[in-house]
């Protein structure tokens, strides 16, 4: 049997999850909720590659996304972080949806599930 292994574990959840060569991360909300959807959206991402990278991944290899979004009518510009972001010819499977997020503050939560 295969073992899982959890980063970041609190009492409610972990950040991450791998197993079986599957990296599963919790939704990643920012910490600034002073800045715009595209500028909350890099912050998120910027979080998103580092544990991608702890886990021994990268966004290439990112296999599925899930984007919750506060209000749908800025998804413009969370786009444009977005295309910034993702690695061209590896865009991944992804979904976004509008979504009350549990913190007021935030503009976007994103889940990502990732090879190693």
């Known amino acids: 049997m295969s073992s899982i292994e959890r980063f970041d574990v609190g009492p409610r959840l972990s950040d991450m999850a ?4 599957v990296v599963y991360l ?4 920012p910490n600034d909720c002073s800045k715009d959807i595209t500028g909350q959206t890099q912050e998120v991402l910027d979080m998103i590659d580092a544990l991608l990278a702890r ?5 290439s290899k ?5 984007i919750y979004i506060a209000d ?4 413009s510009g969370m786009n444009l972080a977005w ?3 993702v690695t061209p010819g ?8 509008q ?4 913190n007021p503050g935030w503009k976007v939560e994103i889940v990502i599930t990732a090879a190693v």
Do not use: F, M, N, Y
């Not at 990112?62 to 899930?66: D, E, G, K, M, T």
């Not at 590896?90 to 949806?97: D, E, G, L, S, Y």
């Open 18 to 21: 791998v197993h079986q060569g």
């Open 26 to 29: 919790a939704g990643q909300v």
């Open 55 to 59: 886990a021994g991944s990268d966004k």
């Open 62 to 66: 990112i296999l599925r996304a899930q």
């Open 72 to 75: 749908i009518s800025e998804i």
């Open 83 to 85: 295309d910034a972001w």
């Open 90 to 97: 590896h865009t991944p499977p992804r979904a976004t949806v």
């Open 99 to 102: 979504a009350a997020l549990a």
